[in-house]
Every structure is written in C-alpha cells, then in structure tokens.
C-alpha cells in the first residue's frame, strides 16, 4: 500500500494489500451513494495524515466488489475494519469521530 494514502482495494488486490500487508491496515467499506460516507472521507483524511505510512489504508466501494462485502458481513455503511496479520481486529459501524478511530488503530500497536 501507498505511504499515507488510501487506495482502492477489489477482489484483485485484496489478498497482497491488506491480508499480507506487513503492518495494520485500515478497511472503509463505503458507497457512492451513502452520505455518512462522503462525511467520513474528511475525518479518514485527517487520520491518514496522522498515522502516515504506520498503518495501510484502503477503500472497497460495496458496489463494486460486493463479494469482499459479503464476505466480512457488511450490512450498514460506513464500516470500517482493522487488519493486523491478515485477520481482522476490531471493526466500527457508521460516522465517528477520528478520536474513536486513533483508538481502534492504537489497539493494534
């Protein structure tokens, strides 16, 4: 994954990026069409900016790879997911603060 940046993550690519990344990882699973989500882009900014290249940071839009989806049992957007060592970690549903989500991420240090 790119230093401080959020990448699309698909079917593709989502073995390499996130489950044998060699640090946390960071998942948004998140809709086009959802508003929480557009919000909670601005909030994610703030804590890319702020863990920098500690911690790999993706996106899957839900209509575009629907089996990662289903997969991990997204059922409300936003959702975020924690990855360390290729297992998820901890998990957040809807539009929260970064201070709720420097936790999250904090835990898996």
């Given amino acids: 994954m790119g230093q401080g940046k959020m990448i699309e993550i698909n079917d593709a690519n989502f073995d390499t990026e996130i489950l044998k990344a060699a640090k946390p990882a960071l998942l948004d699973f ?12 601005k909030v994610m900014d703030e804590v890319i900016v702020k863990y920098g290249d500690r911690v790999a940071f993706g996106h899957v839009d839900i209509d575009q ?8 049992m997204i059922r409300s957007v936003p959702t975020l997911i924690l990855f360390k060592q290729g297992a998820p970690a901890g998990q957040i549903v809807g539009l929260v603060a970064k201070e709720k989500i420097s936790d999250l991420i904090d835990r898996a240090f």
Avoid: F, V
């Fill in 30 to 41: 998140s809709a086009t069409w959802c508003g929480p989500c557009r919000a909670l882009e």
């Fill in 65 to 72: 790879a629907p089996s990662l989806a289903q997969r991990y």
